[in-house]
């Protein structure tokens, strides 16, 4: 038992303290520990490094914060306060090791919370950096498979914003480029869908549906 006690205390210390408070909070939102989520949020948010797992951290809590937001309205608004500085400052941080979908994530929620507290103009603002940051990525991309991974997020920003219809140049071109690639085709029927034009929306959707295989078809 003492070799495994000091087993375990040297596997601890090797992790990234970030990872442990991650996997720590996750557990206390699976167990429905929502005030134990919360303190845990509250004491240690800063403490999670620079890296996507931080970022995963304020996601968690912000459910937590979410599942509170009744019972505990102050509580909860100080928390997504927290959580949105955390955000930016993890954004700001040139060191982060961060890949561009880890970015456009962390922006993603932080935009989320941003609107839950109201402020919608900055949860804009957030969009319009995550949008420039994404199609920049696509840019230089050094494949074209390379940037179809781009193509869902850039949607759903541009969707965000109330253009989906400016990304379907980029898109088109991303389907001519890999023909027998389902996921450009189902981007494109999602963005027509979005923008209420159903004739173009069920042409690019039935592509997808010849190309697409699995669990996939079903979401198509």
């Known amino acids: 038992l003492a070799t495994a006690d000091t087993e375990l205390e040297a596997a601890y210390k090797a992790t990234p303290r970030g990872e ?17 989520c919360l303190a845990l949020a509250e004491q240690d948010m800063g403490a999670t490094g620079n890296t996507s797992v ?34 930016k400052e993890l954004l700001a941080d040139g060191s982060s090791p961060m890949s561009a979908d880890d970015r456009s994530d962390a922006m993603a929620s932080e935009r989320e919370t941003l609107e839950a507290l109201g402020r919608k103009d900055e949860a804009k603002k ?16 050094t494949t074209p498979m390379a940037a179809m991974t781009f193509n869902w997020q850039r949607c759903e920003v541009y969707t965000y914003l109330g253009k989906p219809l400016e990304i379907v ?11 027998h690639e389902y996921d450009p085709r189902a981007r494109l029927g999602w963005i027509y869908l979005k923008a209420e034009k159903l004739p173009e929306a069920a042409k690019w959707t ?5 190309m697409v295989y699995g669990p996939r078809k079903a979401r198509v």
Do not use: H, Y
């Open 20 to 36: 442990v408070l991650n996997d720590w909070i996750l557990t206390k939102w699976k167990r429905k520990d929502v005030d134990g």
């Open 54 to 87: 931080a970022s995963d951290f304020n996601v968690t809590a912000m459910a937590c914060a979410e599942a509170a937001a009744k019972d505990k309205p102050e509580r909860v608004k100080a928390l997504r306060e927290k959580a949105v500085a955390r955000w």
């Open 126 to 141: 957030v969009a319009e950096a995550q949008l420039a940051m994404l199609d920049a990525a696509a840019a230089k991309a």
């Open 169 to 179: 140049p980029a898109l088109e071109k991303s389907a001519a480029d890999l023909p």
């Open 206 to 210: 039935d592509e997808a549906l010849r």
